[in-house]
């Protein structure tokens, strides 16, 4: 319990200097986040065994028992992407004005690339909100075309999957199709 509380004190110090509104509001709500996934992994952690003896009358298979893991990884990346994001919105470089074109032009491209990895993340924590949701539901695991379970092995490696690796093969092709 102490180091949540020290850990929700880091980062409201690191987040203490957001640039705008826009700001402000989103690390509010990954704070919020943060701080109830941590709180979420300490009861996970200091009452594991009376989850699993309420649900061992219930015999859970192996399948079950991995998506349990797949979940409590879904946290561990969700908290480290909100965590890295938060610092790289407090470290990201302001517009600045460079008396050489080269070094502006270097400095815009910087910026636009981080802005642009900072996107990816986000919508990676929006797969992985889902994928929870999904666990929570009970319809993790299953295939959102041919309702299928995905293989075990799909969902360790890519637990964001929604689709099994034919269904999303068939969909890859269909894409490069159109593409071209």
């Known amino acids: 319990m102490a180091t949540v509380k020290k850990s929700a004190k880091t980062v409201q110090k690191k987040s203490a200097k957001p640039s705008s509104g826009a700001a402000k509001k989103i690390l509010a709500k990954q704070k919020k986040a943060v701080t109830s996934t941590k709180s979420e992994k300490v009861v996970k952690k200091s009452i594991p065994s009376i989850k699993v003896t309420a649900k061992s009358s219930q015999k859970l298979s192996p399948r079950e028992l991995v998506i349990h893991q797949i979940k409590l990884k879904l946290l561990r990346q969700k908290e480290m992407l909100l965590n890295e994001a938060e610092v790289a919105l407090n470290e990201l470089p302001g517009q ?60 360790e490696a890519r637990p964001v999957a929604t689709m099994c690796i034919d269904c999303k093969t068939l969909q890859e092709e269909e894409e490069r199709m159109r593409e071209s």
């Open 96 to 155: 600045t004005i460079f008396p050489d074109l080269g070094d502006q032009a270097t400095a815009e491209t910087d910026r636009n690339f981080m802005l642009r990895l900072r996107g990816r993340e986000q919508r990676l924590l929006k797969k992985i909100d889902q994928a929870l949701e999904r666990v929570e539901s009970g319809i993790f695991g299953i295939c959102e075309d041919c309702g299928n379970e995905i293989n075990i092995q799909r969902l």
